[in-house]
């Protein structure tokens, strides 16, 4: 579980990024970021695990106050904390397989990483997530080789490899194509859900996130000013959110095209829950 309570953040220029925003994500529970651009969406995910120092207020995964950790035990408490990035940050050079193994680097000592050493169960846990995410067959492709959908495969593997209890996603779909945006959406809530993760996804596409996430979160100049269901988030929340806009189109557009691999109930058209 993570716990976001009154979290502050000021630059040294003065400008507040977030003014006292208050979560609390259970285990399994995806949670789609929305916002327009400035309103604090990437700097509340990289607060959460300090790649950028907040102001004030507190953060805790499950029972830590990951704000009071040094550095030593922040680098310990990340590997609970995965982060998959919008620009994938993968090395290039490296075959896949490779750079999934980079997500066991917290676990590993530095020699043993450099001479890319890792445990058999680590090696055989890539083979698995690799499968898992569709890639079985790209195992010894270099990265720079791979889609963009393949790419952002290979980040969600490598964030699953560190075993954590939290993802934070910055805009997975921002450079890809309409199938591939709801293909990457799918595999991250199915996975939240097979293995219990709490998640934040920052996220543009209002649609998107209307279709995939069990719950979404409004910001709008550092302030959270919509939290609820996909189905509350209509037009007069949106305009709360980014302003008067004729929103008509953005509420259709996931009322009218449902996600085609989700079964629906074919006498009340809801969709079917797997036992």
């Not at 327009?36 to 995910?45: C, H, V």
């Not at 075993?163 to 591939?180: F, G, I, Q, R, Y």
Request: glycine letters at 8%.
């Amino acid at each position: 579980m993570l716990r976001v309570q009154a979290l502050s953040k000021r630059y040294a220029t003065g400008d507040q990024a977030l003014g006292g925003v208050t979560l609390t994500i259970p285990a399994g529970q995806v949670v789609g970021l929305i916002g327009p651009s400035g309103a604090g969406k990437s700097t509340l995910i990289r607060c959460v695990n300090r790649l950028v120092e907040p102001s004030g207020g507190s953060i805790y995964l499950n029972d830590i106050d990951l704000t009071r950790l040094n550095h030593s035990q922040l680098r310990q408490a990340r590997r609970r904390m995965a982060m998959i990035f919008q620009e994938f940050a993968l090395v290039e050079r490296l075959t896949v397989m490779e750079n999934v193994l980079s997500g066991q680097l917290g676990y590993v000592s530095f020699w043993r990483s450099l001479l890319r050493q890792f445990p058999a169960a680590a090696v055989a846990k890539a083979f698995a997530t690799l499968d898992r995410v569709g890639l079985a067959d790209h195992i010894d492709k270099r990265a720079d080789t791979l889609s963009g959908g393949q790419r952002q495969r290979v980040g969600i593997a490598r964030a699953l490899l560190q075993n954590p209890d939290l993802l934070l996603v910055d805009e997975p779909t921002a450079s890809l194509d309409p199938k591939t945006s709801r293909q990457i959406m799918r595999l991250l809530t199915d996975v939240c859900a097979e293995q219990q993760l709490a998640a934040i996804i920052n996220i543009h596409d209002v649609a998107l996130a209307r279709m995939f996430v069990q719950r979404i979160v409004g910001l709008r100049k550092g302030l959270v000013v919509f939290d609820g269901p996909p189905e509350s988030l209509d037009a007069t929340a949106l305009t709360m959110i980014y302003g008067a806009e004729d929103w008509t189109g953005t509420i259709q557009e996931t009322e009218c095209q449902p996600d085609p691999y989700v079964q629906l109930d074919p006498m009340t058209q809801s969709p079917l829950v797997p036992a």
